[in-house]
């Protein structure tokens, strides 16, 4: 039953986002990736249900050791591709920001990026809220002096509501929710990108991957780094 309710969420939510940009210019679709999707052969990676894929978010670096073993392949193979690629980076509570930052500026090379990069936050740890939001703004002043742009800082819907609402007015959002609706901001604020299917088939990579779609009410150029 738990596959079946998986299977009918992601169809509906399928059908939904085909119409989100049902008056504008057409949906802008990406995929973000990392080691758990294998060895992707980028010449057949062009779409996902007939619909271009126009942007790869690939996984750089986790905490302060950790380096994704594909990420070099991935990057190389997206860019041969001709496809617009930024890179993420897994933040940890149990790291300090500024080790963390050292890992990622030593990986994702500030020349080869086309997008923004992301801070990927998914946990809180044993830290309370002041310590949390004070490294995690460490890590964010850290990544924009380097790159020189804001970071997009993605989580999930749940967890933005619960601990960044309110709090991180300036930056540009990339939700994860995995349902026929759009992410539910407590805040307000306008969401950027919306990853709402992790079960995604796209020729060429043997594993599923995450689906994305930008809100109408930005375009790529409001990812990319050199706009920022």
């Keep these: 039953m738990k596959n079946l309710r998986s299977i009918i969420i992601f169809l509906l939510s ?4 085909l119409n989100l940009h049902a008056s504008g210019t057409g949906p802008i679709y990406g995929i973000d990736i990392s080691h758990h999707q294998g060895t992707i052969d980028w010449d057949k990676v062009r779409e996902w249900q007939g619909n271009k894929i126009h942007f790869v978010y690939i996984k750089a670096t986790e905490g302060a050791t950790v380096i994704d073993n594909r990420y070099t392949d991935n990057l190389a193979g997206a860019k041969d591709h001709s496809l617009l ?3 993420y980076h897994y933040f940890k509570t149990s790291s300090s920001a500024k080790a ?9 090379e500030k020349g080869k990026q086309n997008l923004i990069p992301i801070v990927d936050v998914e946990e809180r740890g044993r830290c309370n809220m002041r310590v949390f939001h004070s490294n995690l703004k460490c890590f964010l002043d850290l990544v924009e002096r380097h790159y020189g742009c804001k970071p997009m800082i993605y989580t999930a819907n749940m967890f933005y509501n619960r601990y960044l609402a309110n709090k991180y007015k300036e930056y540009k959002i990339f939700i994860g929710r995995y349902s026929k609706n759009t992410p539910m901001m407590k805040d307000n604020q306008n969401w950027c990108i919306w990853q709402f299917s992790r079960r995604g088939n796209i020729d060429g990579i043997p594993r599923d991957v995450d689906i994305n779609i930008m809100q109408e009410k930005f375009d790529l150029s409001d990812i990319l780094i050199n706009n920022n």
Excluded at 100 to 108: D, I, L, M, R, S
Aim: net charge positive; glycine share 6%.
């Design 85 to 87: 690629v930024g890179s």
């Design 14 to 17: 399928s059908a939904f986002v």
């Design 100 to 108: 963390q930052f050292e890992n990622f500026k030593k990986v994702a």
